[in-house]
């Protein structure tokens, strides 16, 4: 199956980008050369990049959506969209640090180029402007300001509860459930109802996106766990079963781990080594959580949270080609490439 | 000279230590553990400190004389008082990455003991929190969240500075006490004037309380980087000399390498030395920067500033007995004990 990419993705990045660019512009010289780099504005050296911006704008897109759905041009919900998209990579930069990871978007992740100590503050700073440009319009703005703000506790949470399974060899299946939903679920659910709430849209409708983006979300990051296992590197942009070698306790991994088979022990044993895993392991692993039946599993609960994400927006009133739009988008983000 | 904490500094932790509490209880267990020990609220195995709260309370005193000076009680600016202080504790657990400290307050660093990627998550949920607290009471509230705001982009930009300074061997006086100002003073002027803006007070009082803030600020951190070099451990919390053997780009360091003095110039020698400085070296340097004239000369600076402090707040209209807590905790907060 081939899937493309929803054009509003595109058209999210031509409109939000100059937001997103002018305030990164605010910052201070030393602050703002990370940002651009991690942002996809300008190289290492602080050269302007004109193709301007890498990452796929997903987030922005569904904000803008969320405006329309309220009846209103998606331009009215640039500030709101730039913001969403600053506390993502504001998570981004920082996860880069805590998880060690070296390549982001076929790219040197900032931390490597800059240093820890500059990554923390540029990611300090986008989460900083991400506030600051909702609060200047009161009082929709505030409340999306709000909104933000508990995603960004909840994503928080999530990276907090990630960072300690790493210590714990008891994880369970529910916990990490927890944990994929306030990493990745509440930002996305953030991203589809804060476009009504910035405009002033009806509350119910800020409600079922709310819900529909909270299970796309949960969607995506069950199908994004299964791409870092069994996705093509040229898909997901990193090494063959990093997930794996790094002993991630993402969601089927841990269903693999709880699942009281031959496999799943397995797999136990093997993350129970004090060593590196070789490639060798690493493909057994890959091996064993299928065989443990956490592949078919988890593309089952993939597909219920895409299911419950649509029949929430079945549910709520708004023009169809935004439903339409909204639905597409879910499609492409939960879409198996491999 | 002996210098007493103004009362105010213990009556500011009785009042606000609940509130930072019980804004740090909505995190989760993983990151609140993180959280807590930093602020003294509980030890490394999580069990709580029932003396409650290191640290000197300082912004949260000025945050509620702030109030106080708009004639208002010093608990209707409790949250205000809280959110600064969040937000000093958020430069702290990031900054300690950044600098490689492993102590404060006479305790290891929270990255020493959680790991830095706890540590750094840590920092951004006291930050997230801030904004939140103050958002809850529009419209003062947003107001003062947007002054807080403010402040938090200029520490940012403080603490880049200070980092890209590490890098370069020709950064001059002017830059660095920008440095000093965004770092340090823009907070202080946050704290002195959130009150009133919380409040609800006149514009007017918050601006020069705001300029009270910033010259004591400054005063404070100039103050700050003698006592790096010449404070005794005991007063410090840090190990002699630490500054110096750090080569840390301070107010006086950069003063005496631009000094155009041959004290100035064998110090920027021994700056240049590839190896880590010896106990001699650092001695050596100590007496470098006092035979630049540095050491006077900031002496001079720091003095100016807080008599700049004092004529900002000679000029406001104010209870006079919080003129002379404001005048009484910046003086404390400026005192050179060595």
């Given at each position: 199956m081939t899937v493309v990419m929803p054009a509003g993705v595109q058209t999210a990045r031509d409109l939000v980008g100059p937001a997103i660019s002018q305030a990164v512009s605010r910052l201070s010289p030393a602050v703002r050369a990370v940002a651009s780099y991690h942002l996809g504005l300008s190289d290492a050296t602080g050269q302007p990049i004109t193709a301007g911006g890498t990452g796929k704008a997903l987030r922005p897109a569904l904000a803008l959506l969320s405006a329309?759905?309220?009846?209103?041009?998606?331009e009215r919900a640039v500030v709101p969209a730039a913001a969403v998209e600053l506390v993502h990579n504001f998570s981004l930069l920082h996860?880069?640090?805590?998880?060690g990871d070296t390549e982001r978007r076929h790219q040197p992740t900032a931390w490597t180029v800059f240093g820890v100590g500059a990554a923390i503050l540029a990611g300090d700073a986008l989460l900083a402007l991400s506030q600051d440009i909702l609060m200047e319009t009161p009082p929709y703005g505030v409340w999306a300001a709000r909104c933000l703000s508990a995603a960004v506790l909840r994503l928080i949470a999530g990276q907090g509860a990630d960072l300690e399974f790493e210590q714990r060899d008891d994880v369970e299946v529910a916990?990490?459930?927890?944990?994929?939903g306030d990493k990745t679920a509440a930002l996305m659910a953030c991203a589809c109802s804060i476009g009504v709430i910035y405009v002033g849209g009806p509350p119910g409708l800020a409600?079922?996106?709310s819900g529909f983006g909270a299970h796309a979300g949960l969607s995506f990051q069950l199908v994004d766990d299964l791409l870092g296992i069994w996705g093509a590197p040229e898909v997901t942009g990193k090494p063959v079963g990093s997930d794996l070698?790094?002993?991630?306790?993402?969601?089927?991994?841990?269903t693999a781990l709880a699942s009281d088979t031959d496999a799943g022990r397995d797999l136990a044993k093997l993350f129970g080594k004090s060593e590196p895993l070789t490639d060798d392991e690493v493909l057994h692993a890959t091996q064993l959580v299928e065989a443990a039946g956490a592949k078919v599993r988890i593309e089952e609960m993939a597909d219920a949270e895409l299911a419950s994400a649509l029949a929430c927006l079945a549910d709520a009133e708004m023009p169809e080609d935004v439903r339409a739009e909204f639905a597409a988008i879910a499609e492409f983000i939960t879409a198996r490439q491999w």
């Open positions: 329309r759905a309220a009846g209103v041009g998606p996860d880069d640090i805590m998880d916990e990490c459930l927890d944990m994929a409600m079922s996106l070698r790094a002993r991630k306790k993402s969601v089927p991994v841990v």
